[in-house]
């Protein structure tokens, strides 16, 4: 009975260790992927308003009644056409005035002017006093100097008259409309406000972190939310050189390209893209890997697992990291193009494992 009792035991610790033999000598599939050099690189999008690159607020440069608006919100407008006109009578009337004084300074002017040569030659023959003459002088000046004001008078009452019309400043689309007619309007008060037809521009602020890596006449990516097929270029083409709200400074950016989707208002997404400099100061290629490939160990150090096509192994190796962006790891030092690493479950991996490549054309589900 002994004999039964020791092999029945022996036969049932002989069983319970065969399972853990299977288990120490099977092979784990990894996920993986092959390290591509890329650039260090950084994109920065910023958030900025499309607006037009021509767009004012129009005036009236005289005060007056409105009597008539030729034109409303949404209307296209050509340059030199007449938007509105102020009620004309006082200009007109001061127009009438300012030519009767300039013709009366010039009749004036022409008496005083053959009086003075008349003087100017009795002077020479002595039959006038020098008093005279000086008087006769002193009144032709001051009669000319009367022209000249007059003149000046009728020129600004002509140019009233010419600016109680405001004409449109070049080819747009009124954008907003102010006044109605029989409205007292003054000198420089918006009426009408206008946005041209050459292009739309894209204002965008700038944190001062960044704006050093900026130079005109750059090309940029740029994308509209409300429009996610829609992608276009913009230059910039200007740089503000003052910080305004949160240190941010003000740079435009100029669509290289028209669309009929686009209005001024619209919100759009700019890519700003520069030379990275890695928290080593390193700077130029570097391997772009994902997040989940590191493996963190002590003071601070960083690994991955790097397979070795010979020996069909994982070799723990350490790396260098220098920035992270959209889940990718940018490396500078520790594994070179080409090279297989893990991707997922390193956690679970040890130093000189083997391992088999999992198929990544093969699709698997859970």
């Known amino acids: 009975m002994r004999f039964i009792f020791v092999s029945f035991l022996l036969i049932t610790l002989l069983g319970c260790n065969e399972p853990e033999k299977t288990t120490a000598n099977s092979i784990r599939p990894i996920m993986w992927t092959e390290v591509s050099s890329s650039s260090l690189d950084q994109v920065r999008t910023l958030s900025g308003i499309v607006a037009p690159v021509e767009a004012t607020k129009l005036s009236f440069e005289v005060n007056g009644k409105i009597e008539k608006i030729n034109v409303h919100l949404g209307d296209d407008v050509t340059k030199g056409q007449a938007l509105a006109q102020l009620n004309q009578r006082s200009f007109k009337l001061g127009l009438q005035s300012a030519k009767a004084k300039y013709e009366q300074s010039k009749a004036s002017f022409s008496d005083a002017r053959n009086s003075y040569l008349r ?11 020098q008093s ?15 022209v000249d004001v007059a003149k000046a008078q009728l020129d600004i009452a002509a140019k009233n008259l010419e600016d109680s019309t405001l004409l449109a400043p070049y080819n747009g689309i009124i954008t907003k409309q102010l006044f109605e007619p029989s409205q007292q309007v003054a000198a420089g008060q918006s009426v009408f406000e206008i946005e041209g037809k050459h292009g739309l521009e894209v204002n965008v602020m700038v944190p001062e972190t960044l704006i050093r890596e900026l130079t005109r006449d750059t090309l940029l990516s740029i994308s509209f939310p409300v ?31 028209d669309n009929s989707l686009l209005r001024a208002g619209m919100t759009a997404e700019v890519k700003f893209a520069f030379e990275g400099v890695g928290r080593t100061g390193h700077t130029g290629a570097v391997m772009r890997i994902p997040v989940t490939a590191l493996r963190a160990g002590i003071n601070q150090k960083t690994y991955v697992f790097v397979y070795d096509t010979e020996q069909q192994v ?44 999992l198929d990544t054309k093969t699709q698997r589900f859970n």
């Not at 097929?229 to 003000?250: D, V």
């Open 119 to 129: 003087y100017e030659k009795l002077i020479k023959q002595g039959v006038v006093s």
């Open 132 to 146: 005279g003459f000086d008087n006769a002088k002193a009144n032709f000046d001051a009669s000319k100097s009367a």
């Open 314 to 357: 994982v070799i723990k190796t350490q790396v260098q990291t220098e920035n992270v962006l959209e889940n990718e790891v940018y490396i500078s030092a520790g594994i070179n193009e080409g090279d297989i690493i893990a991707t997922a479950g390193v956690a679970f991996l040890r130093d000189g494992q083997k391992v088999t490549l």
């Open 227 to 257: 429009i996610p097929s829609l992608k276009m270029e913009g230059k910039i083409t200007e740089i503000g050189t003052r910080a305004e709200s949160a240190n941010a400074f003000p740079v435009t950016v100029v669509l290289q390209s």
